[in-house]
């Protein structure tokens, strides 16, 4: 009798443990999460907003930096996309190809949503920041693999979550310019330090200026002394 008692008084106060613990939790308000819009540090493309990316049923937000020029070619996403621009003017385009006829202007505070495994494309008209929100896991998957030129040499690249392979050989189309070429194009005047190659469709160029900005242009866009 005296050990049904004490299990008796054992339950009680556990539960009243909790209650307490319960009401605790209510009356503590939530944490407030503000972020303020940030310059990017050189080569920094991607910033963690809130939430994580990569797991599943997760809602997240990020904010995606791009130079002048950068074309992000066709891709898809495994969900919905919602993006938000912040900073800068971007051009946001769907379909299978890259396709410059198809882009519609998006202006600081534009959105648009990308549904899932639908292929879309855009074009960094300034310097920007992208804003973006889903429910996680946020992957990448490109139509086309890529090729990219840099100081290490030339790297396979197919898919945009995955580093690229260091290969020794590229289509023969596709970086007509070398590294350390001096051009001029829309955006200025510089030095080509890196290009990406998109095999039959375009190939695009990283120009350093002497100020140490990057801008972005495809060969035709460029003129050589």
């Keep these: 009798m005296a050990k049904g008692i004490s299990m008796l008084l054992?339950?009680?106060?556990?539960?009243?443990?909790?209650?307490?613990?319960?009401?605790?939790?209510?009356?503590?308000?939530?944490?407030?999460?503000?972020?303020?819009?940030?310059?990017?540090?050189?080569?920094?493309?991607?910033?963690?907003?809130?939430?994580?990316?990569?797991?599943?049923?997760?809602?997240?937000?990020?904010?995606?930096?791009?130079?002048?020029?950068?074309?992000i070619m066709p891709h898809t996403h495994p969900i919905d996309e919602h993006t938000v621009v912040v900073k800068g003017t971007w051009a946001f385009g769907m379909g299978d190809r890259y396709d410059p006829q198809g882009l519609i202007p998006m202006e600081v505070g534009t959105y648009a949503l990308a549904p899932k495994?639908?292929?879309?494309?855009?074009?960094?008209?300034?310097?920007?920041?992208?804003?973006?929100?889903?429910?996680?896991?946020?992957?990448?998957?490109?139509?086309?693999?890529?090729?990219?030129?840099?100081?290490?040499?030339?790297?396979?690249?197919?898919?945009?979550?995955?580093?690229?392979?260091?290969?020794?050989?590229?289509?023969?189309?596709?970086?007509?310019?070398?590294?350390?070429?001096?051009?001029?194009?829309?955006y200025g005047e510089g030095v080509v330090v890196a290009a990406q190659c998109t095999p039959g469709q375009l190939t695009q160029y990283r120009i350093e200026k002497p100020d140490g900005e990057n801008f972005w242009a495809q060969r035709g866009e460029l003129n050589t002394p």
């Design 10 to 71: 054992i339950l009680v106060v556990l539960a009243a443990a909790a209650l307490r613990s319960q009401q605790s939790s209510a009356q503590q308000p939530a944490q407030s999460h503000v972020v303020p819009l940030k310059e990017f540090a050189a080569g920094q493309t991607f910033e963690t907003v809130s939430g994580d990316p990569t797991k599943e049923g997760e809602l997240f937000v990020i904010r995606i930096h791009r130079e002048a020029g950068y074309i």
């Design 117 to 186: 495994n639908m292929a879309h494309f855009g074009l960094s008209k300034t310097e920007t920041v992208n804003q973006v929100h889903g429910i996680g896991p946020f992957k990448t998957h490109r139509l086309v693999p890529i090729y990219e030129l840099n100081a290490k040499g030339i790297f396979y690249d197919p898919s945009a979550t995955q580093p690229g392979k260091l290969t020794l050989t590229s289509p023969p189309d596709c970086f007509l310019l070398k590294l350390g070429t001096h051009v001029r194009g829309s």
